[in-house]
């Protein structure tokens, strides 16, 4: 794999909307023959490669190019939309560090290069900013850090047949925040086609961080993954406890590799579920521009997808509420919850199931039958498991662990339910 960056005029799209004045970088990659345009990323989802560029556009006032962004970020950037694809050697189009490359061969065995950059660090925290309510509860946790957004925008080579992704209600609601806030704009989820326009890592979705970590003196970029997807599943819908999950694990790959970049991932909520995430971001100012629904116009969340669903079905529980929602049982967005488990997000079906009142007569009353949760039996769900607050590199662990003396740590029984996650 051949990896070439260029910094220049955007290449545009029909309907990408302004931005004439904005700093573009430009990713074009050439694979090598022992290369492949058929992959996997890191969670186990295969994937086809659709074409070989995109573009990242960042704001007027923020970003640089050339020798002011450390090679090692722009390395970074490239990899989490190449590594699928990359079979034995990656060729940056300038030096990187040894620490980088030495990242890059101990996690996927491929020989990258050329070597010669110096290490590069940082002093602030910056959260990856979705405005759903995982992040939410990030910002809340943390109220001075910068928030980065990343918005999709369309290809300029690549037909959108997404075009009910409603990223332009979700830039518009973060910038209601009044928060200190960047907005990226990028095509690259349209480098795959199948199976739909999406992350080739879900890391990519840090791009814009990681090309403006230079000008905003990044050291780090908090993230919004909770328990679940923390410590319960390391590859796709894995029903166990998984220590060493490779995509949020600090000893992880990923991990490793964004850290050798001098911006460790940080997960702030990585050892609580996502009650408490939804109970944090209901409870923060922001709560009227939570949205977790990429379908919902400026009004309101579509209400008929699946993920709105799922996350109703977590806040009616939060709220001690029945579950309010037009999705029957016999429709397609509900059949997965009509088979036995395991199922996705496991840990938060038993909660909601234990405590929305009538949950008999909704799409979950087959799973709670299956489950049988009770309130005691998913208690621990509304505490921290202790082990991801020694995750937190220090500079930001003393504040995070302050927020979570307030939710509560989990007893050691509470956390063997973690450990033992899966085996049951």
Not at 77 to 103: K, M, N, Q, Y
Request: proline share 8%; net charge negative; charged share 25%.
């Amino acid at each position: 794999m051949r990896v070439t960056w260029t910094a220049g005029e955007p290449e545009r799209a029909d309907g990408a909307g302004e931005g004439g004045a904005e700093r573009v970088w430009r990713l074009v990659f050439q694979l090598d023959p022992e290369d492949a345009t058929s992959g996997a990323c890191t969670d186990g989802q295969r994937m086809e490669l659709r074409t070989n560029s995109c573009q990242v556009r960042l704001p007027p006032a923020a970003g640089a190019y050339g020798d002011e962004v450390h090679p090692d970020l722009l390395a970074v950037a490239a990899w989490t939309l190449a590594a699928p694809w990359t079979r034995r050697r990656v060729t940056f189009d300038r030096p990187i560090s040894g620490e980088l490359a030495e990242a890059i061969q101990d996690g996927w065995g491929v020989e990258a290069g050329p070597v010669g950059a110096r290490p590069r660090s940082g002093t602030r925290l910056a959260i990856s900013y979705s405005g759903g309510a995982d992040s939410v509860a990030v910002a809340a946790i943390l109220p001075d850090a910068p928030l980065v957004h990343f918005q999709r925008i369309s290809h300029p080579r690549v037909p959108n047949r997404w075009t009910h992704y409603r990223s332009d209600v979700l830039a518009r609601l973060a910038a209601r925040t009044g928060r200190e806030l960047t907005v990226v704009r990028s095509d690259l989820e349209f480098l795959l086609a199948y199976p739909r326009p999406g992350y080739a890592e879900h890391h990519a979705v840090a791009a814009g961080a990681l090309l403006l970590a230079d000008e905003l003196d990044l050291g780090g970029i908090a993230m919004g993954y909770e328990l679940g997807s923390r410590w319960l599943g390391g590859d796709r819908y894995v029903h166990r406890y998984t220590p060493d999950n490779p995509m949020w694990a600090p000893h992880g790959k990923w991990g490793r590799l964004f850290s050798a970049a001098g911006l460790p991932v940080v997960l702030p909520v990585g050892g609580v579920s996502e009650a408490v995430t939804m109970r944090v971001a209901l409870e923060s100012e922001l709560r009227d521009l939570v949205r977790w629904c990429l379908r919902g116009s400026g009004d309101g969340p579509c209400g008929t997808c699946g993920k709105c669903l799922y996350k109703e079905l977590i806040q009616a529980a939060v709220e001690r509420r029945p579950l309010s929602t037009a999705v029957t049982a016999s429709g397609a967005v509900a059949r997965k919850w009509q088979e036995p488990p395991p199922y996705g997000g496991q840990e938060m079906i038993e909660y909601g199931c234990a405590r929305v009142p009538g949950i008999e007569s909704t799409p979950f009353a087959r799973a709670a039958g299956h489950l049988r949760p009770t309130e005691e039996s998913t208690r621990w769900l509304d505490h921290c498991y202790p082990p991801a607050l020694d995750e937190i590199p220090e500079p930001w662990r003393g504040r995070v662990a302050a927020y979570m003396d307030g939710v509560g740590l989990m007893t050691p029984d509470e956390s063997a339910r973690v450990e033992n996650w899966g085996t049951r």
